[in-house]
């Protein structure tokens, strides 16, 4: 299995914003430096989170983002599969359309990677985003963040 960029991108997004102090807000463009990508892009992900409650978004001059506080307990594959499904990149694992597939009324193998793509999430909801948390990955993230300032 493969994930798409915004997928990625989310991921990279959540499990940075769980490692700040829970009184500091983090803004897009600190988390596109710190991640080494676009603004613009990570503008979008950042919106998606925000609607689906995994993020606390404040506007304003002093506004930023933060984890949610319910976010620790969500599932990844749960997380990825909505992050999926939001992206505009996202294509099925097989396409029985592009080009036209002349034995699809009898072919099986879209149902099979259906059921992997299931099993890969249903795998991935083992952790949660607080697993992912290492005490000493949790250290050189918070040195990491005040080199970044």
């Not at 997928?7 to 990279?12: A, F, H, N, P, V």
């Not at 925000?50 to 993020?55: C, E, L, Y």
């Not at 992912?132 to 918070?142: G, H, S």
Request: proline share 3%; with cysteine.
């Amino acid at each position: 299995m493969q994930i798409n960029r915004f997928t990625d991108l989310g991921l990279r997004v959540l499990i940075s914003l769980q490692y700040l102090p829970e009184s500091k807000l983090s803004t897009v463009e600190e988390l596109a430096k710190q991640l080494n990508v676009s603004r613009n892009h990570l503008v979008k992900i950042v919106y998606f989170m925000a609607q689906s409650g995994w993020i606390n978004s404040f506007k304003g001059r002093n506004g930023g983002i933060r984890l949610a506080s319910t976010s620790y307990q969500l599932k990844l594959g749960d997380i990825v599969q909505a992050l999926e499904q939001a992206s505009s990149e996202t294509s099925a694992l097989v396409n029985c359309q592009q080009p036209p597939c002349s034995i699809k009324e009898f072919c099986y193998l879209p149902q099979a990677f259906s059921e992997a793509q299931q099993a890969f999430y249903h795998s991935l909801n083992r952790y949660t985003i607080r697993q992912l948390q290492a005490p000493a990955t949790k250290q050189t993230v918070l040195k990491w963040l005040v080199q970044q300032e």
